[in-house]
Nanobody, 125 residues
């Protein structure tokens, strides 16, 4: 079972930046499409960004487009989420997720095979 471990969350003021990382165990990271999702208190988990296994397909939710950037380093088995111009409404637990076997990038939560434990991001106004 692949393990996904997120890091980089924390408390930041509105307008600030954070970079989240998600490290994956195992040798097949290069075949995983990776996604970032978030869940705010009392709300459903929602798509933030996804990047295909080769990095050629990148998608961001409209709510974060122009502020967040997903990227990956297959040599380090890590996917990143650079978050700039943070807003209080970005406050949530952020989760990374993996979709196996060279599958296409997708925003559909139910298409992902494995999830990390999440990291809290809190943006103060």
């Amino acid at each position: 079972q692949v393990q996904l471990v997120e890091s980089g969350g924390g408390l930041v003021q509105a307008g600030g930046s954070l970079r989240l990382s998600c490290a994956a165990s195992g040798r097949s990271f290069g075949s995983y499409t990776m996604g970032w999702f978030r869940q705010a208190p009392g709300k459903e988990r929602e798509f933030v960004a996804a990047i295909s296994w080769g990095g050629g397909g990148i998608y961001h939710a409209d709510s974060v487009k122009g502020r967040f950037t997903i990227s990956r380093d297959n040599a380090k088995n890590t996917v990143y989420l650079q978050m700039n111009s943070l807003k209080p409404e970005d406050t949530a637990v952020y989760y990374c997720a993996a979709r196996y076997n060279y599958a296409a990038a997708t925003a559909r939560i139910d298409e992902y095979d494995n999830w990390g434990q999440g990291t809290q991001v809190t943006v103060s106004s």
